[in-house]
């Protein structure tokens, strides 16, 4: 592993606590999240000045500083690349940064692949919430009594759907995200999400768990109601934004019970898009 590897991997890290910190506080904005602040400072002060200060600058006009290469392009904010800057990412031997939008990038092991068979979102409804799920998409008796098991339910039907290629795989990187800190919040809502999957757009499975699942929110909380996103790189700053406008919403005992209640996938989606309607145009 050269340095250039290691500093990488130090940033990838690092971007991941930062966007799990930002996660927690649209979705919470009272949490107390000394933990994760700490650690986000610890392990920024072990990077070089110069890459450290640019880091923050970025932070300042993206949620992402850091972004993998996907087909060529810069998948922050979608220019391609030419081979030669490519080739250098790759090799590793100093940082690079994408000419157009300055983030640093890196080149991926393996993304999450998404199928490639031309996937329309639902029955041609594309406004409000219908852009980003699909009557498919909605679980009304989740039965799994683990994190693991749950969140392999919904990537299984994620898969089974075509939304992605992988279970896996998606299984993996969403258990992996769980682990930096949990994405269950209070009112029994969780959100769990892989980041940085290649092409297409934000996809979500709403997810239904009538008994409440330990989930790792706070206290003793059981999950209750799962809205597990598959998020493409490009669409980070808008996912920040649906998180707190779904968590707003669902902070009403009212919509809430409006979810539980649904007794078939379609009632659920029929009561999802009902109760976001006002708010997620
Ligand atoms: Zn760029």
Known sequence: MTVTHKLINQLIQLQELVVANMQKKAAMPNARLEELEKSIATLGSDLPQQVRSHFN?????????????SNEICAGCGMGLTKSLINSVHKAEQMHRCPNCARFLYYPEQLIERERTNRVYGEARKTGIGRFTSPELMMISLKGTTPEEVLGEMCNRMAEKGFVEDAD??????????????????????????RGVEG?????????????????????????????????????????????????????????????SAVTEEALWKALIKSTKKMIK
């Open 57 to 69: 600058r970025l932070l300042t006009k993206h949620p992402e500083a850091i972004v993998p290469i």
């Open 169 to 194: 795989h998606l299984l993996d990187l969403a258990l992996q995200r769980e682990a930096i800190v949990s994405t269950a919040v209070d009112n029994g809502l969780a959100f769990p999400h892989v």
């Open 200 to 260: 297409g757009g934000l996809s979500m499975v709403v997810g239904i768990h009538k008994k409440g699942v330990k989930f790792g929110g706070p206290g003793r909380t059981l999950s209750r109601i799962f809205f597990f996103m598959v998020i493409p790189t490009a669409t980070s700053a808008f996912y920040l934004k649906l998180l707190s406008g779904l968590s707003r919403i669902f902070r009403e005992k009212e919509s809430r019970e409006a979810l539980q």
